[in-house]
T-cell receptor, first 115, second 109 residues
Framework: GAVVSQHPSRVICKSGTSVKIECRSLDFQATTMFWYRQFPKQSLMLMATSNEGSKATYEQGVEKDKFLINHASLTLSTLTVTSAHPEDSSFYIC???????????FGQGTRLTVV | GQNIDQPTEMTATEGAIVQINCTYQTSGFNGLFWYQQHAGEAPTFLSYNVLDGLEEKGRFSSFLSRSKGYSYLLLKELQMKDSASYLCAVKDSNYQLIWGAGTKLIIKP
């Protein structure tokens, strides 16, 4: 099946710094990728939809200037958490699908800890 | 608004059968998915239903009734490794996945 690779799997950063998370579709082209956030014992929360060649679409309540999304190619989307704060510590997951009714393919997830 | 409901937590015994229910109310329907998620890991795909009826895949089966907005995931011959969260998700008219909160399944020996 299709493979989505997410990197890094874990990152610890200091407050005020920025962290970039990469999401790659390895064997298919993804015009759309999705970024999720998941707090402990809670379900996935869609943050934004990343569109290749255009601006991302952010869900209500998600700060676009804080969570910068770039989808410069059909196989790569990046999420940059800017000026990170401890409350940004969470599990971030990307996904992509082949379009239409097919399943979503997930990256491995990134555990971000801001200290 | 769009809503997906599933029980928060269930407990079952190793070797037994458990059924996890999911009800949904969404704007449009383009399929229902079940995913398994172990703590700290990304979800993994289990099943997909778009037509009414039962889909069987090994120890796991998933059922869908579109008229009732209802699905269940049936797990047979439970193993300790089946302890995980099970997420129900529906693709709406825009093919966007709407997620349930997940059901934490605890398997006891």
């Amino acid at each position: 099946g299709a493979v989505v690779s997410q990197h890094p799997s874990r990152v610890i950063c200091k407050s005020g710094t920025s962290v970039k998370i990469e999401c790659r579709s390895l064997d298919f082209q993804a015009t759309t990728m999705f970024w999720y956030r998941q707090f402990p014992k809670q379900s996935l929360m869609l943050m934004a939809t990343s569109n290749e060649g255009s601006k991302a679409t952010y869900e209500q309540g998600v700060e676009k200037d804080k969570f910068l999304i770039n989808h410069a190619s059909l196989t790569l989307s990046t999420l940059t958490v800017t000026s990170a704060h401890p409350e940004d510590s969470s599990f971030y997951i990307c996904s992509a699908n082949l379009g239409g009714p097919t399943e979503a393919f997930f990256g491995q997830g990134t555990r971000l800890t801001v200290v | 608004g769009q809503n997906i409901d599933q029980p928060t937590e269930m407990t079952a015994t190793e070797g037994a059968i458990v059924q996890i229910n999911c009800t949904y109310q969404t704007s449009g329907f383009n399929g229902l998915f079940w995913y398994q998620q172990h703590a700290g890991e990304a979800p993994t795909f289990l099943s997909y239903n778009v037509l009414d009826g039962l889909e069987e895949k090994g120890r796991f089966s998933s059922f869908l009734s579109r008229s009732k907005g209802y699905s269940y995931l049936l797990l047979k011959e439970l193993q300790m490794k089946d302890s995980a969260s099970y997420l129900c998700a529906v693709k709406d008219s825009n093919y966007q996945l709407i997620w349930g909160a997940g059901t934490k399944l605890i398997i006891k020996p």
